[in-house]
């Protein structure tokens, strides 16, 4: 991708060397693999050997040998500090004579148990140019299995957090210009003001760099190991002219995304224009270089029950005033399900009271009249575009309705089961719901590549459309959805899930609604019930507009 100098990342690390500081060799023998392995000791040499977790004083001697032999350049020393000598040292080697970073001062915060945090500060030097680098890590110091000794738990993330198996640290000019992103109002996009969008400027650059019209500049960046994702700048020391790119983001969207995923530890949202399927906001907490708004793959609990509803009513088992059964409890091919607290509603309720309060037993109760498994699955892809290879200008997983029989079948038809969605999937049905079409997401216009977008094979009837919507509407007004979507105006609905996964004491909470010509998703893990956590989220962006 790239020109400059490379380095070489051995077990997922990259080295570092500074000079002028002496550093004395520790002796130790190096041992390999997790926790130890290699090197050779005589019989009575082995009969000393310590064992059982490194002690305190080892803890601090060991890692502050480390940093020394770090800081002062000496790979080989260092790597002799580690559990891994053959793959540390040429990585730590590579740090300073590849990737040109130098002046390294490591300050180590207290430990905790064996882990040991601490920050890097150092400088980046190359062609007459520097800027500086600091950033925090950890690293884990063990015992070895054959000396005994106290050493570094060898992983690339000792040299920087971001770096990972095979991946390389490099400076030099890029072949890839930088980019300047901007909102479908012309505002600059930035990774430091908008810090979930980091990832998704890094695709659009390696993706559109070379065609934006701008010219290299001179960086510290790394480089992964899988040539199909992007590459991570870490520093820029001389800046090239960027190339304009533009996206379908919504500034004001996106700021008021970032805020509201914030708010929790692990969260997503993601906003779509229905009319379009322009993508207006994606946002997560925490920001990883996977993204999980638009590659996660989850249950996405009664946010489902659009699609499901959807498939009923084209069906004819229902009509959105037409009454159904809402029991506690209900049995298909002894598989129990049941509704939250095991509530039920009153004979003669309609579906969309069962819709509005997320009533399991309602939907699985049509299961029998429905007399079709692969209904759900066929609908998903017909109508929704589940499935189809969208593209969206960046890496998305386009959600997944397999065919299913007898209890998993069941357990689709309220978003459990084998049902794969990430938000983006649940945003896009919500605006297909919308308008009935189903147009396929796209973060930057479909004429900067000419790319073939995702169709469906046919739209929702009208009447079904309105239905539909009408049942959002009353989640939103006076159901599950009420209070969440209290504060957003304009025409609104919506639908809360909260989706059981294995392991989990509380469910995922899940929320998908719609404002106006907005449409957006949320998942709050181990948020609980959809209104509570997820909601929120939603009507925050809503309320942005975009």
């Not at 020394?68 to 590579?94: I, K, Q, Y």
Request: aromatic share 6%; charged share 20%.
């Amino acid at each position: 991708m790239r020109s400059g100098a490379k380095v070489a990342v051995v077990g997922g690390a990259f080295v570092l060397v500074a000079g002028g500081i002496g550093y004395g060799a520790y002796s130790v023998l190096g041992d390999t693999g997790g926790g130890g392995g290699g090197g050779t000791q005589s019989a009575s040499q082995s009969s000393k050997v310590k064992t059982g977790p490194p002690s305190a004083e080892e803890i601090a001697e060991t890692s502050k040998d480390f940093f020394d032999a770090w800081a002062a350049g000496d790979a080989s020393a260092a790597a002799l500090l580690t559990n891994n000598e053959a793959g540390a040292e040429p990585v730590l080697a590579s740090y300073g004579e590849d990737a040109h970073i130098g002046k390294v001062k490591i300050t180590p915060g207290p430990a905790v148990g064996t882990k040991v945090p601490y920050m890097v500060s150092a400088t980046v030097a190359y062609e007459g140019k520097s800027k500086p680098l600091s950033y925090a890590s950890e690293l884990t110091v063990v015992r070895g299995l054959t000396t005994g000794k106290a050493l570094v738990d060898w992983e690339p993330t000792v040299v920087h957090p971001q770096l990972t198996e095979g991946a390389t640290l490099k400076t030099g000019e890029s072949s890839t210009p930088a980019i300047e992103a901007v909102d479908r109002n012309g505002t600059v996009l930035t990774k430091e003001k908008y810090p979930s969008l980091g990832p998704i400027l890094d695709t659009l650059r390696q993706k559109y760099g070379e065609t934006s019209g701008g010219s290299a500049g001179i960086e510290t960046w790394i480089e992964p190991a899988d040539a199909s994702q992007p590459d991570v700048n870490l520093v820029t020391l001389a800046k090239g002219k960027p190339g304009k790119v533009q996206t379908t983001l919504d500034a004001n969207a996106q700021a008021a995304a970032e805020r509201a995923v914030k708010k929790f530890s692990e969260a997503s949202v993601v906003a779509v224009k229905p009319s379009t399927g322009a993508i207006r906001a994606v946002a997560n907490n925490p920001v990883t270089e996977f993204n999980v708004a638009l590659q996660g793959k989850q249950a996405p609990g009664s946010t489902l029950k659009i699609m499901t509803s959807a498939m009923l009513l084209e069906k004819g088992l229902v009509t959105a005033n037409g009454a159904v059964e809402c029991p506690k409890d209900a049995m298909w091919q002894g598989r129990s399900f049941h509704n939250l607290d095991h509530f039920d509603l009153p004979d003669g309720s309609t579906f969309t009271q069962s819709f509005a309060q997320s009533c399991n037993t309602a939907f699985i109760k049509l299961i029998d009249d429905t007399k079709d498994d692969a209904a759900l699955p066929k609908i998903a892809k017909d109508v929704f575009g589940i499935g189809l290879d969208w593209k969206t200008g960046v890496v998305t997983t386009d959600g997944s309705v397999p065919e299913e029989v007898g209890g998993e079948a069941a357990a689709q038809y309220i978003g459990q089961g084998t049902v794969q969605m990430n938000v983006l999937n649940m945003a896009s049905i919500t605006a297909t719901a919308r308008t009935g079409t189903f147009r396929q997401p796209i973060i930057v216009p479909q004429s900067l590549d000419n790319r073939e977008v995702a169709t469906a094979s046919r739209s929702l009837s009208p009447s079904v459309t309105q239905q539909l919507t009408t049942m959002m509407r009353a989640t939103a007004a006076w159901g599950t959805g009420a209070n969440a979507m209290a504060g957003v105006g304009g025409d609104k609905g919506a639908k809360t899930g909260s989706a059981e996964v294995g392991g989990q004491s509380t469910s995922n909470s899940w929320f998908t609604g719609f404002s106006n010509d907005l449409a957006a998703a949320a998942v709050v893990q181990a948020g609980g019930h959809g209104g509570d956590a997820a909601g929120p989220v939603v009507a925050e962006v809503l309320k942005a507009g975009g």
